[in-house]
């Protein structure tokens, strides 16, 4: 399907911007002015001794037959998950209510990390940054052979640093706190970590990837405006379930809810698109919609309590109509994760806009044809993930719940928003150290995800969404 003239592609599943905090005891960045705002150099975020649960889905039920609901009496449609053919349970819906959220084996709890925010980490690098914390838009490389832990207060959220370089034996670990960190790129040679397999992060973090197309000879170095992995790079945020789904019925022109056909546990503050199905879709002419979600309501509707069929109140109406009847349904994504690793917005976004689409009307000047146009969207320059193994090298790139957002690098070879680059065969020598899973793609200048001279990794329940090329 295309979504803006770009390719919508799913493997198993979907994503957006999550404003979901679960865990109310930590610290937040609110009022955060320096690195030096740790109340002291060995101050450590509170982790709590058993998390919550997952992000939970809803309990409040809608009003049955609420008559401000406009299309509330249409024909339901449930449990049909493909026009062509049923091919079984390749998108399973998981219900995760009342489960425990999984955290051990957390990278921030273990024991020997030293902070960011101690001067004393910094004594033993051989940058400038000796004895004092990084500056704002310094270099920074870590020391050899530690792991550095950035705490909630370790870093100002207005800083901006130039290349973050981690040695072959050094880690940097990401905490479970509401932290941003922007730079103009990541060379990782040891370890980058956030959470785990089983330690999956419940706040707010986001990385910012900064720079110019004009400031680069492209092409660049992978670390320019990207995360370069030669080493181990683990990102896991929280669980959201299902990815995507499908309408229960047809949405209206007007309408401020829609009909899905699954018990999601989506949150207030995410966004999600609604795809179209209109014949035609191309970026001068399409009928997708992204709506930020107001409440997820229970509904009367649907046959069992594990089937029912859920409400999502939308921020603003639909001005387009899209089909939920027996023989197809519009998908519905959700696009926001809380582990979001995106381009800045001043850089990323093409500025080479117009015109939108080219025409050809050389054989009849009454049937007008649209396509792209050769020089227009071409200056595109988001932040982008690629795990290296050109070099000879063995990465490891695992990943799961992450939203990637004005990303990719148009026609710039090798720069996708998420991409494992001859590793070989993975299966060879750790299979299960390879994956992206239940991850969003969206706003990409440059295709989705990318796994080329690679055999092994495995993708599962992942979303695009107003990409440049094909996805896949």
């Not at 397999?197 to 670390?223: D, E, F, M, W, Y």
């Not at 370069?228 to 309408?255: C, E, Q, Y």
């Not at 503050?269 to 179209?276: D, E, K, L």
């Amino acid at each position: 399907m295309m979504m803006n003239g770009k390719t919508f592609v799913v493997i198993v599943a979907l994503v957006v911007l999550s404003h979901y905090h679960p865990y109310d005891g930590f610290v937040g960045l609110s009022g955060v002015m320096a690195a030096s705002s740790c109340a002291s150099p060995t101050y450590r975020d509170t982790y709590p001794s058993s998390g919550p649960s997952y992000p939970q889905p809803p309990t409040v039920q809608m009003p049955s037959g609420d008559q401000s609901v406009p299309s509330f009496s249409n024909p339901l449609t449930q449990n049909h998950w493909s026009e062509v053919a049923n091919i079984g349970s390749y998108r399973p819906t998981i219900d995760y209510r009342g489960q425990p959220y999984v955290h051990s084996s957390c990278p921030h709890t273990q024991s020997g990390l030293v902070n960011w925010h101690d001067p004393a980490t910094w004594t033993s690098t051989t940058t400038v940054l000796a004895g004092n914390l990084p500056a704002n838009g310094a270099n920074v490389v870590l020391p050899e052979g530690v792991s550095v832990l950035v705490s909630s207060c370790s870093i100002d959220p207005s800083f901006v640093f130039g290349l973050i370089t981690i040695p072959t034996t050094s880690k940097l670990i990401i905490g479970d706190a509401n932290i941003n960190i922007s730079a103009s790129g990541f060379d990782v040679r040891g370890s980058l970590l956030a959470g785990s397999s089983s330690c999956r992060l419940g706040n707010k973090v986001t990385i910012t990837l900064v720079g110019a197309r004009a400031a680069q000879a492209l092409p660049a170095p992978g670390h320019v405006k990207g995360i370069s992995v030669t080493g181990t790079i683990d990102l896991h945020g929280a669980k959201f379930s299902p990815t995507w789904t499908r309408l229960a019925m047809t949405a209206n022109i007007g309408d401020r809810y829609i009909y899905i056909q699954d018990k999601v546990n989506w949150q207030a503050g995410q966004r999600i698109a609604i795809t179209t199905t209109e014949l035609k879709d191309s970026r001068d002419w399409h009928r997708n919609e992204e709506r930020t979600i107001v409440n997820v309501l229970l509904t009367s509707l649907g046959t069992s309590t594990t089937t029912m069929v859920t409400a999502i109140q939308l921020d603003t109406p639909l001005s387009f109509k899209h089909f939920g009847g027996r023989e197809y349904q519009a998908e519905v994504a959700l696009l926001s994760r809380n582990f979001v690793v995106q381009g800045d917005a001043a850089t990323s976004v093409p500025v080479d806009t117009f015109p939108v689409a080219c025409n050809n009307t050389k054989n009849n000047a009454n049937e007008v044809s649209t396509f792209p146009c050769e020089k227009s969207y071409l200056t595109g320059f988001g932040a982008h993930i690629i795990v290296d193994g050109s070099s000879g090298s063995r990465p490891t790139g695992r990943f799961s719940g992450i939203e990637l957002f004005r990303v990719g690098q148009t026609n710039v070879l090798g720069r996708y928003p998420l991409h494992f680059h001859m590793i070989g065969d993975v299966t060879q020598y750790n299979y299960q150290n390879h994956y992206v899973q239940d991850s969003s793609v969206h706003d990409s200048y440059f295709r989705c995800y990318a796994i080329h001279g690679t055999h092994g990794v495995k993708l599962t329940e992942n979303t695009a969404h107003n990409a440049i090329g094909h996805c896949y």
